[in-house]
């Protein structure tokens, strides 16, 4: 299953967003108020969990400069999954930024997550548009 968000336009530049994005310790400021639970990250990893739902580990496996975070998933998460954070830039101070999410999900299960998954990569995000960095 493929999710790609909408392209949203930042306030900062490509660099900026980029260092943002490519330390996990930042991703909890972008999650949703109130339903995250048991957060630890370091900058290369984080873990959290969904409250009534699953513990999700993320991890960097891939960075490149100014342009590219990769993410997978590790641990107990429901399936296993890989998370693309694109950045370009707009000028020097404006950057674009979108995430594709691929997860190994079985037909069943993505009659149920995909649009709770949509919404939340949206919000994600969209609060990336809203960084003031």
């Not at 968000?5 to 930042?10: E, I, L, N, P, R």
């Not at 993320?58 to 998370?83: C, H, M, Q, T, Y």
């Not at 190994?104 to 960084?131: Q, S, W, Y």
Request: charged share 25%; proline share 4%; net charge negative.
């Amino acid at each position: 299953m493929i999710i790609e968000t909408a392209t949203v336009d930042t306030s900062n530049s490509r660099e900026a967003v980029y260092t943002f994005l490519s330390d996990l310790n930042n991703l909890e400021q972008l999650m949703p108020e109130g339903k995250i639970e048991k957060w630890q990250s370091d900058a290369d990893s984080c873990q959290f969990g969904i409250k009534g739902m699953a513990t999700i580990g993320l991890k960097v496996i891939d960075r490149k400069p100014s342009s590219e975070v990769n993410i997978e998933s590790f641990g107990k998460a429901p399936f296993k999954f890989k998370l693309n954070i694109h950045i370009e830039e707009v000028d020097a101070t404006n950057a674009k930024a979108k995430m594709i999410f691929d997860g190994d999900v079985n037909p069943f299960m993505k009659v149920m997550v995909e649009k709770p998954l949509t919404n939340f990569f949206n919000l994600l995000t969209a609060k990336v548009g809203e960084l003031k960095l």
